[in-house]
């Protein structure tokens, strides 16, 4: 896929048309491209939002940065930003075996989104192999090709983990 934020331009054009129909809209992200010094059309863009589905990879910077090549500072911010600006949000995990499902990792992830006001909902989704194939087809590398698919019925105790740090954080909120 493609970074939809990249496309400022085409989604203000392509959100207020939704709207004047009644249609509703979400953006699904990454929040990769997110700066805190270049808000002005994005501001636009997320008053004509209804909904943000929000990838976060994973919470640790080092560990983010191993996965993704990428650094998770900007995504985090756009998290708070988005809170700030009380933009509903849908945040997805993807549970990857070995590398996004360290128990320690995922309590934090939990405790980072509890202090969101704006949370909806969360989706915990183990990591599946189906792009393996799509790789080997195109000759490239698939850098998790040694990674077993997540089992479906693990996923219920990491995100009982995610929870728990969401519960933890709401819990020293309220009590300050």
């Known amino acids: 896929g493609v970074e939809p934020l990249m496309q400022t331009d085409f989604l203000l054009e392509l959100f ?3 709207k004047e129909n ?3 809209t979400c953006i699904d992200t990454s929040g990769c491209t997110f ?7 994005l501001d636009s863009l997320l008053a004509l939002t209804d909904l943000v589905m929000l990838d976060i990879k994973h919470i640790d910077p080092q560990k983010h940065i191993e996965l993704t090549e990428q650094p998770n500072d900007g995504i985090l911010a756009f998290t708070k930003y988005l809170d700030a600006k009380n933009v ?6 993807v549970v990857v075996p070995t590398l996004t499902d360290d128990d320690k990792y995922l309590f934090e992830l ?5 202090q969101l006001g704006n949370l ?5 989704l183990p990591y599946h192999d189906m792009a393996k194939p ?3 087809k195109l000759g490239m590398d698939y850098k998790l090709k040694h990674i077993p698919a997540m089992e ?13 740090g969401i519960k933890k954080r709401r819990s020293e909120m309220q009590n300050a």
């Open 110 to 114: 939990g405790y980072f989104i509890g």
């Open 152 to 164: 479906k019925s693990a996923i219920v105790d990491k995100k009982a983990v995610i929870l728990e």
């Open 88 to 93: 509903p949000v849908w945040i997805r995990h």
């Open 35 to 41: 700066s805190p010094d270049n808000t002005e059309k």
């Open 120 to 124: 909806k909902a969360l989706d915990v």
């Open 22 to 24: 009644g249609i509703h």
């Open 134 to 136: 799509k790789y080997e």
């Open 16 to 18: 207020k048309k939704a």
